[in-house]
């Protein structure tokens, strides 16, 4: 597509109800990124994937947080029991990949608000 | 860890300039980034420097100094449409970026 999709724009649930975030990058982009933006902190690095392998997960706060890519392209983000401090905006971006910075600017998509009740 | 830092709000005058200072203390650097973001909407990229200089780019530019870890975003001219956020990022390794929280610029008439 034309830019990085995320859906849904917003999601209210419940406390201890699970939830899943999908991300479609841009087409062509082998690097994916999730991050969390929570009210006056900077984005919150989660997870990023080469291709579909998650080299590095370390930004996950807890094992409730997972995520999948699949066919190099669609990820999805899934919280389970959610908790109110999970409650943020969660972003995807997407990259073209390679080392150089030039090769590797984000693209971000506009995000999913999540609120648990 | 990462530290960067940015002031939190800034206030100018339409027509004016204004100078977003992000300052870091990154284990690693491979690039300083600054985006755009309009409340509810994706941050948008606006400039990337990896070597010392400035990088001009129509009314924004952006400017690097490694050794100081100093970076600044220029807006020239500004209009109302730049009220926005300004986030500054660091990408100290391969791939991963880190950010400031962000100055949030509103622009009077």
């Known amino acids: 597509g034309a830019g990085v999709s995320q859906s849904p724009s917003n999601k209210v649930t419940e406390k201890g109800k699970d939830v899943e975030l999908r991300c479609d990058p841009i087409?062509?982009?082998?690097?994916l990124y999730w991050y969390r933006q929570s009210l006056g902190q900077g984005l919150e690095f989660l997870i990023y994937f080469q291709g579909n392998s998650a080299p590095d997960k370390s930004g996950l706060p807890s094992d409730r947080f997972s995520a999948e890519r699949t066919g190099g392209s669609v990820s999805t983000l899934t919280i389970q029991r959610t908790q109110q401090e999970d409650s943020a905006v969660y972003l995807c971006?997407?990259?073209?990949?390679?080392?150089?910075?030039?090769?590797?600017?984000?693209?971000f998509g506009a995000g999913t608000r999540l609120s648990v009740l | 860890g990462q530290n960067i830092d940015q002031p939190t709000e800034m206030t100018a005058t339409e027509g004016a300039i204004v100078q977003i200072n992000c300052t870091y203390q990154?284990?690693?650097?491979?690039?300083l980034f600054w985006y755009q973001q309009h409340a509810g909407e994706a941050p948008t990229f606006l400039s990337y420097?990896?070597?010392?200089g400035l990088e001009e780019k129509g009314r924004f530019s952006s400017f690097l100094s490694r050794s100081k870890g100093y970076s600044y975003l220029l807006l020239k001219e500004l209009q109302m449409k730049d009220s926005a956020s300004y986030l500054c990022a660091v990408r100290d390794g391969d791939y991963k970026l880190s950010f400031g929280a962000g100055t949030t610029v509103t622009v009077r008439a």
């Open positions: 420097n990896v070597l010392d």
């Open positions: 087409s062509g982009h082998t690097a």
């Open positions: 990154t284990s690693g650097f491979n690039g």
């Open positions: 971006a997407s990259s073209m990949g390679g080392l150089a910075a030039s090769k590797n600017i984000q693209y």
